[in-house]
């Protein structure tokens, strides 16, 4: 069964929404979770791939894009012990 | 960015995690600085733009470019080497009559170090679940109109594959140097839902 990231050509997701001059980040915590996730698998506290896939466990499409980082991020952690 | 003062929610969340790291040795405060700098400067559109540029003005480079991007982008100082793992990029060149577009199906790969930070639209599950199936009204939602003659190739992108569009030289264009070049490119022709 294709996991909820799984999207291509399924229906009801409505227009794209463009956002003009549109930043890097939208707050200072989605840089934090960005930088704290690649200082984590730099140290090998977990590695990319265990990340994409929790990413695609966790995710909700209700939530932004770095909500989901951010989840993801936690989950491993708790996973692995470390929190 | 370690002094910011965002009270929503989640902010609080994640500077609570970041203290139980710090804490227990898997972060050091001046490290999300290090990497927020080298991402801001390693990552950005001016050097697809410079890619493409060349290429139009330089036939080899652009054979080679085609041929082996990974090797070929050396020649202007870069490479795809600079993320967390090394990634092979295609690059799948506009022509006349075939119009390339870039999607990550799953998730949201995209080839940083040459197009920037991706915009939020790249990474929402309207442009990844409609393009693969409708990409020439996804394009118009963009405002960018083909002949119905011109065909569509939509590339996925994963973990290990990205992609990225030389749009067609724009006419009347002979005379103009590669800055000047440059400078017409945008982020979006890069992706494929702009002419250039």
Known sequence: MPRINDVGG???FGPVRQELDEPPFHADWEAHVMAMNRALIRREVYNLDEFRDAVERTMSHESSYYENWFRAIRTLLEEKGVV | MSDDHD????????????AVLEEKGLLDPTELDQVLEAFAHKASPANGFRVVARAWVDDGFRARLLQDANAALPELGLSMGG????????????????HNVIVCTLCSCYPLSLLGPSPTWYKSPAYRSRVVSHPREVLEQFGL?????????????????????????????????????????TRNGLIGTAAV
């Open chain 2, 7 to 18: 009270d929503s929610p989640i902010a609080a969340r994640v500077r609570e995690l970041e």
């Open chain 2, 83 to 98: 993320g967390l793992q090394v990634q092979r990029l295609h690059v799948v060149e506009n022509t006349e009559d075939v």
């Open chain 1, 10 to 12: 399924r229906d009801g």
């Open chain 2, 145 to 185: 109109t083909l002949p119905g003659t011109t065909k569509i190739e939509v590339w996925d992108a994963n973990a290990e594959s990205r992609y990225m569009v030389p749009p067609r030289r724009p006419e009347g264009t002979d005379g103009l140097g590669e800055a000047e070049l440059a400078a017409l490119v």
